[in-house]
């Protein structure tokens, strides 16, 4: 079974350009989850969909930062303009949505994300 | 968020077992204590997790204190491939996780 991918691997821009990361999660996973990491900092949470919908995006930095999930497949995460302070790892996470609610979460690789 | 507390950093020789323990004195009862490491380069990984009963699986075991207020990640036997930073997290489930800083557990040759 494929794991959760995400791309690109790594993405160097310039100081506001525009950057769309793309995650696909594993086949029939609901719940999709963003994190990152900026240096020297902890992992983040960013937002939640759960099939199509925006569950939690409480975690959001700010409207430079629109995410999508349309049909409730792969989801993207576009940052514009982008700023210095988007530099770091951005991760993608699915889970089942599961009744009992201790479902693990598979995460991908992550996206490295620089910003000149 | 219910916290956790874990060692910023351990070392354990190579082939022995590790003792990864967290604190998590604020944990409610719907709480299930998972684990995740990060290897190097890599994002995280799930390892374990549990409620109330001591877990076992391939990766580890999972000893939970009598009044869960705290548990330790055991690791039967290190190998190199086993360092990484690990995560204790508190988790309901379908929801977000919550990253601490974690313990970086290097392994010994």
């Known amino acids: 079974e494929a794991g959760v991918t995400q791309f690109p691997s790594h993405s160097v821009i310039e100081k506001g350009q525009t950057v769309t990361l793309r995650c696909d999660p594993i086949?029939?996973?609901?719940?999709l989850y963003w994190y990152r990491r900026v240096m020297g900092k902890e992992i983040k949470f960013l937002l939640h969909?759960?099939?199509?919908?925006?569950?939690?995006e409480s975690g959001m930095p700010n409207n430079r930062f629109l995410a999508e999930r349309t049909g409730g497949t792969y989801s993207t995460l576009k940052v514009q303009p982008a700023e210095l302070e988007d530099s770091g790892v951005y991760f993608c996470?699915?889970?089942?949505?599961?009744?009992?609610?201790?479902?693990?979460?598979?995460f991908g690789p992550g996206t490295r994300l620089t910003v000149l | 968020d219910a916290k956790t507390t874990q060692p910023n950093s351990m070392e354990s020789n190579e082939e022995e077992p590790v003792h990864l323990p967290c604190n998590h004195s604020?944990?409610?009862?719907?709480?299930?204590i998972h684990w995740y490491r990060q290897l190097p380069s890599q994002g995280p990984e799930y390892v374990i997790h549990?409620?109330?009963s001591n877990v076992n699986n391939r990766m580890a075991s999972l000893a939970i204190a009598e009044d869960r207020k705290s548990s330790t990640l055991i690791l039967h036997r290190a190998t190199l491939r086993d360092a990484a930073v690990y995560y204790c997290?508190?988790?309901?489930?379908?929801?977000?996780?919550?990253f601490g800083t974690g313990t970086r557990l290097t392994i010994i040759p």
């Open positions: 996470a699915s889970s089942w949505l599961s009744a009992l609610g201790h479902n693990e979460q598979f």
């Open positions: 086949s029939g996973h609901d719940n």
């Open positions: 969909f759960v099939k199509e919908s925006k569950q939690d």
């Open positions: 604020t944990i409610s009862g719907t709480d299930y």
């Open positions: 549990g409620l109330t």
């Open positions: 997290i508190l988790f309901i489930g379908n929801e977000k996780l919550t």
